[in-house]
């Protein structure tokens, strides 16, 4: 068969074609393997904690403000409880300090501010992280994340 100007703009116009179709096979599979995983939270009930967070980090809460957690897969789950306390910011941290260290976390990271303080313990089952901010004289928002690491 011979190849006349025909032939070679249409061998031309088949292979743009699956280059085109190629190009756009690779686009899709890159941006399938490049998407972000989007992991489900789970909140509780209005001023209630999420099940599986450790109620001992509760102290002296006047209202939780909000409750939740992130299923991370077989990897990690993440508790958050956020709520307001009648303990000055010194006394919810050493508070928070006493129970980490009581539970045997290595404590990684401290800071101790008359209007804020944060303290953050780790071990091979999880890590927490207890923010304090001074709201006003007799209360203060504390914020913690428990992470269990594995299921």
Do not use: C, H
């Not at 789970?42 to 403000?65: H, M």
């Not at 990897?75 to 006493?98: P, R």
């Not at 091979?124 to 269990?148: C, H, M, P, R, Y």
């Amino acid at each position: 068969m011979e190849y006349t100007d025909k032939n070679a703009q249409l061998m031309r116009f088949l292979a743009i074609i699956v280059l085109i179709v190629l190009l756009a096979g690779l686009t899709y599979w890159y941006n399938q393997a490049n998407k972000p995983k989007v992991f489900p939270r789970t909140d509780a009930f209005a001023g209630q904690v999420i099940e599986g967070f450790p109620k001992d980090l509760i102290f002296d809460a006047k209202e939780i403000t909000e409750s939740y957690s992130i299923d991370y897969g077989s990897s990690a789950k993440q508790y958050v409880a956020e709520y307001t306390s009648k303990d000055q910011v010194i006394i919810a941290y050493l508070k928070a300090d006493k129970y980490l260290r009581g539970n045997n976390y290595v404590i990684v990271n401290q800071r101790l501010q008359p209007t804020v303080a944060n303290i953050y313990g780790t071990k091979s089952e999880g890590d927490v992280n207890v923010l304090v901010q001074k709201l006003t004289d007799t209360t203060s928002q504390i914020i913690i994340s428990a992470v269990k690491k594995g299921k």
